[in-house]
Each structure stands twice: as structure tokens, then as C-alpha cells.
């Protein structure tokens, strides 16, 4: 396992097929940190919802998201940012969903700053499931 931190930012139009990169680097960051092939899977597939949940959020004038990687060795952390008002992934999304979109994550947290709304998704590494 890697003991530098690493730190990825992109900023991604609104199409599904850049999320998948964003995605992608998380699992990057995941298996270099020493998470099983399972967990930096499910990593992925939490941060891919979450780009495509924030896509859909977003209104003509502001059509793109900023992600933000970061790999520390506690923990992974993923910044979500867009112009919006409201989070990106709501309660109700994760109630109507079949399965949890945010079972690779441990802790998912938002906040508004100056008209943008953050979600942040933190995998932590200590337990590497």
C-alpha cells in the first residue's frame, strides 16, 4: 500500500461517460490503498450514482460538476461540487432506491457554500473492507 496521499480534481460536463471517469480514479485510489477488489468496486459504483445524481440537478446555466479525489491514509474523500440550492443525492432517492447506490461509502455528508452545494462521500480506510 502506498503511503502518499494523492489528489485528483476534474471538472466534468454534464455527460454520463466523464462520471465514469471521476469513478473510475476513486477505484484507482481505493485498490492503491489497500481496499479489497470488492470494496473499490463498490467505491466506484457509490461515486458514479453520486456524479449522476449531481448531473441531474443541474439547471442551463451551470452545466458541469466539479470532483474533487483526495487519498489520505485514513480514509478516501470525495467532493461533489454544483450550482444548485439542494444536494445532489436527496433522501428521497435513497429511500425510492432498490439497493443502497451508497453502500461503498461509509459517511455521506452535504453542505451549501456560496450558492454551490457539496457532497462529500468518505470511504475510511482503517478496517480496508
Do not use: W
Not at 20 to 46: C, D, N, P, V
Request: overall charge negative; proline content about 2%.
Amino acid at each position: 500500500m502506498s503511503t502518499d496521499s494523492k489528489h485528483i480534481e476534474l471538472s466534468l460536463d454534464a455527460d454520463p461517460r466523464f462520471a465514469a471517469a471521476a469513478a473510475g480514479g476513486a477505484r484507482y485510489l481505493g485498490e492503491s490503498s489497500g481496499l479489497t477488489t470488492e470494496a473499490a468496486g463498490k467505491l466506484q459504483s457509490a461515486v458514479l450514482f453520486a456524479c449522476e445524481e449531481a448531473f441531474a440537478h443541474l439547471d442551463l446555466h451551470h452545466m458541469h460538476i466539479q470532483v474533487t479525489l483526495n487519498q489520505f491514509l485514513d480514509r478516501i474523500e470525495v467532493l461533489i461540487v454544483h450550482q444548485a440550492d439542494a444536494p445532489s443525492i436527496g433522501l428521497h432517492t435513497l429511500l425510492n432506491a432498490a439497493a443502497n447506490p451508497m453502500e461503498g461509502v461509509d459517511r455521506v455528508q452535504y453542505e451549501q457554500l456560496d450558492g454551490s452545494s457539496v457532497t462529500r462521500l468518505t470511504k475510511f480506510l482503517s478496517h480496508h473492507s
